[in-house]
């Protein structure tokens, strides 16, 4: 964890040109370091080893998710349909589309709107992640919120040797909102920040449309047969959004 943090500070003090020649990996690139231990572009123990340890914890999570929809979704926690199989998110998993970004906040002087934080210091405005789910590593700064079903805004406080996991949309269409996506925000705490999160997808052709709904029976299916002839793949979702990003920034220029 303190190799990629180091990395992000270290990537940060490199002078713009060198900075600009980094380039970016396309959308559909799959992450192939699961048995990489080497340390990638990010220097010593800052990308690919880091990477590869996150996409093991990336498969344990997807079996979590698998497992904790297994349950009988007619039951009293249920939304009706199918139970899902335990490696339902797993099997969809086996290229992901991942990225690792480095992040820095630089300070910002007028840490206070006046309002408490609400408005005028926002280090990242409030939003929700495309993708299943990130995997969020902060400093020691603080500042990142999130929202609870009350509308409250919640710290997360940075809690050493942790990681926050925010709920995507992509997680959040596919399971119908039994796992809501984060809404969150970063509020600038007037000190250089860093922070470095992993958005983690499943395969580009796996197809994401609202579970245990339709009563579909999970076990009669294969993994890449979801019966439905519909549904969009996560490539498609996932250029939507871009591309609705994108629209929008143009517009407002
Ligand atoms: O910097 C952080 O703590 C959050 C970053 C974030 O939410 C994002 O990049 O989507
Ligand atoms: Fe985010």
């Known amino acids: 964890m303190e190799g990629a943090m180091d990395a992000a500070r ?12 980094v380039r970016r990996r396309k959308m559909r690139d799959e992450c192939d370091d699961r048995d990489n231990d080497d340390d990638g572009g990010g220097g010593k123990g800052g990308g690919g080893g880091y990477q590869a340890e996150l996409i093991e914890l990336s498969d344990k999570l997807l079996l979590a998710l698998g497992r904790s929809l297994n349950h009988d979704p007619n039951g009293p926690s249920g939304g009706g349909g199918a139970a899902v199989a335990e490696d339902y998110f797993v099997s969809r998993s086996r290229k992901p589309m991942c990225t690792l970004r480095l992040l820095h906040y630089p300070p910002v002087d007028d840490c206070d709107g006046g309002d408490g934080g609400a408005s005028g210091s926002l280090g990242c405005g409030a939003h929700t992640d495309y993708g299943l789910f990130t995997i969020l590593q902060q400093d020691s700064i603080g ?95 996932l250029k939507d959004r871009y591309n609705g990003t994108f629209t929008k920034i143009e517009m407002k220029s």
């Open 10 to 21: 270290r990537f940060f003090r490199l002078d713009l040109e060198t900075k600009m020649r």
């Open 143 to 237: 500042g990142l919120q999130v929202r609870n079903r009350g509308g409250r805004w919640i710290d997360a406080k940075p809690l050493k040797g942790s990681f926050v996991i925010n709920v995507g949309d992509m997680l959040s269409r596919w399971t119908n909102s039994e796992y809501a996506s984060t809404v969150h925000r970063v509020v600038s705490r007037g000190g250089d920040r860093y922070s470095v999160p992993f958005f983690f997808n499943p395969d580009f052709d796996a197809v994401v449309k609202p579970l245990r709904k339709e009563g579909l029976e999970e076990s009669e299916r294969g993994p890449d047969d979801d019966g439905d002839g519909g549904g969009q793949t996560a490539l498609e979702i």
